[in-house]
């Protein structure tokens, strides 16, 4: 059964800091990876989905890189921003069987302190 | 900007009661998804379709959950009855195909007292 870890599980950090956010997941069939933001009483929103043949995705501050044989993948965030504040997940979709369905990691909760 | 839509927003119901669910995937989306969140477990697949044909229902309890799609438009999950370990957000989300990102709702947040 497919598992993902989410380290840290919490990280507070002054504005301006870059930092790196990392997931492992212990499946490596996988179809994809996909990194998401979560704020306070909402749903999730998509930041980043890295195929499985790919080595990372970029979207202005934010880059991901994925490392399939070794089951990991990092979220990196450049100079950031007090509304960066969120909880982030990532989550894989596993190759095998058909199926769609997304396996979460627990999230790294984030605070950017002004 | 095209979202998907869940509703109630909160929910509140005394254990024993039944309780619906209800989503609007996004229009031309053809696979669903249905997500409860913990804050022990997590994020959980609970159920999905493609197509409005249940693909994957192993993730919930079968003796009292139920999901459907009774047009494209619509998707619903009951529970039937409730009982207090229930209680979480329960999340619908959308998708085109396995390689693009799924669109979530902003969930229905349930209490089971």
């Known amino acids: 059964k497919q598992e993902v870890t989410q380290i840290p599980a919490a990280l507070s950090v002054p504005e301006g800091e870059n930092l790196v956010l990392n997931c492992s997941f212990t499946?490596?069939?996988?179809?994809?990876l996909q990194w998401f933001r979560q704020d306070p009483g909402k749903g999730l929103t998509s930041l980043l989905l890295?195929?499985?043949?790919?080595r990372e995705q970029t979207s202005g501050r934010l880059n991901a890189s994925l490392d399939k044989s070794s089951g990991r993948s990092t979220l990196y965030i450049a100079a950031s921003q007090p509304g960066d504040s969120a909880t982030y997940l990532c989550?894989?979709?596993?190759?095998?069987?058909?199926?769609?369905?997304?396996?979460f990691g627990k999230g790294t909760h984030l605070i950017i302190q002004p | 900007d095209a979202r998907v839509t869940q509703t109630p927003r909160h929910k509140v119901t005394e254990m024993g009661q039944e309780v619906t669910m209800r989503c609007q995937p996004i229009?031309?989306?053809?696979?669903v998804f249905w997500y409860r969140q913990t804050m022990m477990q997590g994020l959980e697949l609970l159920a999905y379709?493609?197509?409005?044909?249940?693909?994957?229902d192993s993730g919930m309890p079968k003796d009292r959950f139920s999901a459907e799609m009774p047009d494209a438009t619509l998707a619903t999950l009951k529970i039937q009855p409730s009982e207090p370990r229930d209680s979480a957000v329960y999340f619908c989300?959308?998708?085109?195909?396995?390689?693009?990102?799924?669109?979530f709702g902003d969930g229905t947040r349930l209490s089971i007292l």
């Open positions: 989300a959308s998708g085109l195909s396995v390689n693009q990102p799924q669109h």
């Open positions: 499946d490596s069939a996988i179809y994809n």
């Open positions: 890295i195929q499985s043949s790919q």
């Open positions: 989550a894989v979709i596993h190759s095998g069987g058909g199926a769609d369905g997304l396996t």
């Open positions: 229009l031309g989306h053809n696979t």
């Open positions: 379709f493609r197509n409005r044909a249940p693909l994957d």
